[in-house]
């Protein structure tokens, strides 16, 4: 089996920052991509940011110049550092990892429990 599990939120006010950290452990083979993902109250969940084995990352539009992972490859982690937050960041924030769990195998997705996020005036 593969484990995702978030770590790291917390209550923060306004401007400031936090970082979540995520890994995956377990039957890996190889990691496509690791990303960040957020649900707020009544609302969809939405991309935070994306990387994929390569390096390559892509940001939600709303945290574009204000949010960076930073991405292990041998270790299977995935951190996210938070700047300037906004009361609009406040959510559960979700780490998706889409695991090849054998040489030639498919692909999965996996999802962490969550962290909550909760930033304050």
């Known amino acids: 089996q593969v484990q995702v599990v978030e770590s790291g939120g917390d209550l923060v006010q306004a401007g400031g920052s936090l970082s979540l950290s995520c890994v995956a452990s377990?039957?890996?083979?190889?990691?496509?991509?690791m990303g960040w993902y957020r649900q707020a109250p009544g609302k969809q969940r939405e991309l935070v940011a994306i990387?994929?084995?390569?390096?390559?990352?892509n940001y939600g539009d709303s945290v574009k110049g204000r949010f960076t992972v930073a991405k292990d490859n041998a270790k299977n982690t995935l951190t996210l550092r938070m700047n300037n937050l906004k009361l609009e960041d406040t959510a559960v924030y979700y780490c998706?990892?889409?695991?090849?769990?054998?040489?030639?195998?498919?692909?999965?997705?996996?999802w962490g429990q969550g962290t909550q996020v909760t930033v304050s005036t």
């Open positions: 377990g039957a890996i083979f190889s990691i496509n991509s």
């Open positions: 998706n990892a889409l695991v090849v769990r054998r040489a030639g195998g498919q692909t999965f997705s996996y």
């Open positions: 990387s994929n084995r390569g390096g390559d990352t």
